[in-house]
């Protein structure tokens, strides 16, 4: 196989996120308004070849916009979609396959990113590296003429559009957007999955393995970031921080009889437990902070960690987690056993007046439960940065709820981590192109 084939096919992949954005010329949006078709159920491909992906059938006397030229394909509009179909059953003339950029588009700002979801490079190889600086690592250099394919963003749940999308890509990276059985079976030049998250849910992986297919995941990217949002989160919830700046700024304070004020108790965690629901990496980083802020951490987890039990990390059972807890913390990847186990009947289990973090996964909550003992008093405060759907649905009952912090799923977030993120993806797809994958969880 050759090595730009590859990559071309690499960067073809379906992706939660824009990746590419610094190769792609507006200069060559140009389009040709021609021409018809001149047979029935000619193939509208995903891709310059005839084992791609079909998008469409077009029939005789239909009129497409041509965009561009690939071989003995044109790159064509139709009916709203952009595709190739081959060039000998569609009349017109022949678009120049190197259209000269206009100059003057050059000095405009770029449009959206949606108006090109593709083009092709126009100098002799532009150079793909790991961050948006000149002087930032160089991954690839493309040769010109490739064809890179950006998408905003992916359908988590239009299976049709993940498939053709993926098309023949050999490589695919995904976050959010799912890869199930049927785009697998869908998508047979499938060699690899990147991961860009350590959380693997979105993909069938047992099937994936089936099929030969290694995933490889982030592991670790996240785990200061993360663990920091959490702690965040309960100091919030302790200090009500926001809220008592929006006062003095609203002229409360200015107002004041007294030379302070609050309106909430405030809560000292020195001496209070911390229960950790999950002790990986990101549990044994938020038990260190808990700890230097005085707090006893308890934690219930498959396996112990040394580095857990040499900060002092008292392990204990599910039920006397619950128990025992002051604050409780979720830091588990979401597995079947977990998922909803946040409910009424293990709520009943807590402490009156517990406050609970989530900054794991939505969907070990069970929200209503949740939003019934916030308003009932019997969970204090909850800090949660992740809902079972995102983005959050106008119905969900925590929107409503007495004490409850939300976030829109931004522990994850700091540069350094989303470059941790794109650093770890770079060596998996490296390790895979050896013959040596990393990080693969199947």
Known sequence: ??????????????????????VISPALAAKYPYDTISMDDVNMRSRANTTSTILKKIQKGDT?????VTGSFYRV??????????????????????PSPNPALSMQAPPAISEYPYDTTVIDYV???????????VILTIPAGSVVTVYDRTSLTDEEEIIARIADAEVVL?????ISRRTIDACPSMRFIAMLATGYNVVDVAYAKEKGIPVSNVPVYGTQSVSQFAIALLLEICHHIGHHDETVKAG?????????????????????????????NIGVHTAAIASALGMHVIAYDTRQREEALALGVEY????????????????????????GIINKENIAKMKDGVIIINNSRGQMVVEQDLADALNSGKVAAAGLDVVSTEPIRGDNPLLTAKNCILTPHISWAPRESRQRIMD???????????GTPKNVIN
């Open 77 to 98: 509009e139709f009916d709203g979609k952009t595709g190739y179909a081959m060039k000998k059953y569609i009349d017109g003339t022949d678009p120049s396959p190197d």
């Open 316 to 339: 204990v059972e599910l039920d006397d987690l619950f128990a025992r807890s002051d604050v409780l913390g979720l830091q588990m990847p979401l597995f079947p056993f977990n998922t």
């Open 1 to 22: 196989m050759r090595h730009g084939n590859r990559w071309a096919r690499l960067l073809a992949a379906v992706c939660a996120m824009a990746l590419f954005l610094s």
């Open 64 to 68: 497409v916009t041509i965009l561009g």
């Open 252 to 280: 409360k304070w200015e107002r004041c009889a007294d030379w302070c004020y609050w309106d909430y108790p405030l809560i000292e965690l020195a001496g209070k437990t911390y229960g950790l629901l999950g002790c990986g």
């Open 127 to 137: 150079k793909l590296r790991k961050v948006a600086q000149t002087e930032g690592e």
């Open 174 to 178: 995904t976050n959010k957007t799912p």
């Open 424 to 434: 770890c993806t770079v060596e998996n797809i490296r390790a895979f192109q050896a």
